[in-house]
């Protein structure tokens, strides 16, 4: 569907007004809720499947859509990726053990808005390595959320991570990125979690986009399994990942999808 409103820069990032906002932080309100409500189902012996069970009865219930459902020929209502899946990884009848880590990753449609966001899950206990993999990675996406404002780059966001990824001898994974989002799903530009500083398109306020950084505790290199969709790191080293979608706004930035509860990290 077109935009009606607002324009398109010359990198086609459209440029959203300031009504827009409202819609975003209404769809990425759902998104963190429902990932709210399923911190405390996630223990050992759950399922995957049932925790996607919830997510997809929530959505429904609620009157908004699942932006997944029948993307590309995917058919759940979100992605679960443990321990070494680095993202995409397709609910079904895994059990859950102890230790396990995880990223559940909701996207909702709310009035043709879209909230897309993701964040790390613990099952039982939580080894050293993993809770280090975690912190860090959470503390990127902040940091590239730091760098949001007019005037900056997507080079200076993908530059605040990996700096700080690398500088903790962990990896950022190059062959998955954020995008642009609002009313569509996947939208210019990719947002990469990596880069240069002063590099690519330049931020301007109403620009809509996700931050997605997946980190590895071993190399960045990552491969898709047979099922087209799960990707794991080559290494099967540990792999975790954090998602908010967040608006430019005169002075910084606006984050759509911040946890109604306040436990977006998972050792709240
Ligand atoms: N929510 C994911 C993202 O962050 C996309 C998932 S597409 C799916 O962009 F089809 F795998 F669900
Ligand atoms: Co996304
Ligand atoms: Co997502």
């Known amino acids: 569907m077109d935009d009606p409103r607002g324009r398109m820069t010359k990198d086609g990032i459209r440029i959203h007004e300031a009504a827009d906002f409202a819609g975003m932080h209404a769809a990425g309100k759902l998104a ?33 859509k699942s932006a997944t459902i029948g993307y590309r020929g995917y058919a759940h209502a979100s992605c679960i990726s443990v ?98 989002l609002g009313r569509v799903f996947h939208a210019p530009p990719n947002v990469l979690h990596y880069g240069r500083p002063g590099s690519g398109p330049r931020l301007e306020e109403g ?7 997946m980190v590895n505790l071993g190399r960045p290199e990552t491969k898709v399994l047979a099922d087209d969709w799960t990707a794991v790191t080559r290494d099967k080293s540990l792999s975790a990942q954090f998602e908010h979608s967040v608006g430019v ?3 910084g930035c606006d984050i759509f999808t911040l946890s109604p509860a306040g436990i977006f990290h998972p050792t709240w």
């Open 249 to 251: 706004t005169a002075d």
């Open 207 to 213: 620009m809509f986009f996700t931050i997605e950084p």
């Open 32 to 64: 963190a809720e429902i990932l709210d409500e399923v911190a405390p189902m996630v223990a050992p012996g759950v399922t995957t499947g049932e925790l996607d069970d919830y997510i997809r009865t929530r959505i429904e219930g609620s009157g908004a």
């Open 83 to 180: 321990n070494h899946v680095v993202c995409h990884g397709i609910p079904g009848p895994k059990v859950l053990k102890d230790g396990d880590i995880l990223n559940i990753d909701v996207t909702v449609i709310v009035d043709g808005w879209f909230g897309d966001t993701s964040r790390m899950y613990v099952a039982g206990s939580l080894s050293r390595k993993a809770e280090r993999l975690i912190q860090v990675t959470h503390d990127a996406l902040m940091k590239g959320i730091d760098a949001v404002r007019p005037g900056a780059t997507f080079g200076d966001i993908g530059h605040a991570i990996q700096n700080y990824v690398e500088a903790q001898r962990m990896s950022v994974v190059r062959d998955f990125c954020g995008h642009g």
